[in-house]
């Protein structure tokens, strides 16, 4: 599966895998397509909704029917959460699995598994090797965190494209709560609502090292970083090194 992010973060997010899916509409950037893929509703992914006219949108029933408020004539194909669907063309077959993750807005993830050559054999298998990805953006966690630690354990997956807007803790966010004076703490709304609704380092510090993972036994699945924030990296680098020790991070 080739995977094109043609951008990612808070000003616009899209991908285009396989010339074929697209992810999500939030950049005006041209490109080729024969179905869309919607995560959420959120401005920075669906502004831009205009520019896939014609081609079919596949989004869950929450979230269709966030977009559909902004968007009332627009024409979706509602799909389940966490229930697999098939995207079948000339070229092959995907599998993809709408992903529950916990978000300040209905939202999933999606898991693309790719058949290549369309050609089923006996028994309902597929005669040529898959390959699977991971694709979460604009999440604070999974809503089960054992299905991905399963996934990460058993190497499932051939690339994941994950978001990780910050390396903030519990203890970087103290002060939004507990301070002195009258004056307000530094850019409490943004940390607050950064390190709540959207994935740290630390989450996934955390799901690597439940799977299994360590400096000495990294995780090999190549793993691309989505929507990440200079500025919240900057309060922690070093979360971000260890990030990079138990897992094959291509993009710190």
């Known amino acids: ?4 992010v043609i951008h990612s973060g808070s000003s616009g997010n899209m991908a285009v895998i396989d010339d074929t899916i697209i992810i999500d509409a939030g ?9 869309v893929l919607l995560t959420h509703h959120h401005t920075d992914h669906t502004k831009h909704l205009d520019k896939v006219g014609g081609l079919p949108i596949y989004c869950t029933y929450e979230v269709g029917a966030k977009v559909c408020e902004k968007w009332p004539y627009i024409a979706l194909h509602p799909v389940d959460k966490d229930k697999t669907f098939e995207y079948e063309t000339t070229r092959a077959i995907y599998r993809i699995t709408p992903i529950s993750v916990n978000h300040d807005a209905p939202c999933v993830a999606f898991d693309i598994h790719k058949f290549p050559d369309n050609i089923p054999v006996v028994l309902g298998a597929y005669d040529s090797s898959p390959k699977r990805i991971l694709f979460a953006t604009d999440f604070s966690s999974f809503d089960s965190d054992e299905r991905i630690v399963f996934m990460l354990q058993d190497k499932l997956y051939d690339a994941m494209y994950i978001e990780c807007n910050n390396t903030l803790s ?13 004056k307000p703490p530094k850019d409490e709304f943004h940390r607050r609502k950064s390190f709540r609704n959207h994935c740290s380092v630390d989450y996934l510090i955390q799901l690597f090292e439940r799977a299994g993972y360590s400096e000495d036994n990294p995780c090999p699945i190549p793993t691309v970083l989505l929507h990440k924030s200079s500025y919240y990296y900057g309060a922690h ?16």
């Not at 950049?27 to 179905?35: H, L």
């Not at 519990?170 to 009258?182: P, R």
């Not at 090194?241 to 993009?251: D, G, K, V």
Request: hydrophobic share 45%; aromatic share 4%; with cysteine.
């Open 170 to 182: 519990v203890a970087d966010l103290a002060d939004i709560y507990v301070h002195e004076g009258d």
């Open 237 to 252: 680098p070093e979360r971000l090194e260890a990030l990079c020790r138990i897992a094959n991070i291509l993009n710190p």
């Open 27 to 35: 950049w005006s950037a041209p490109v080729t397509g024969e179905m």
């Open 1 to 4: 599966m080739k995977v094109d």
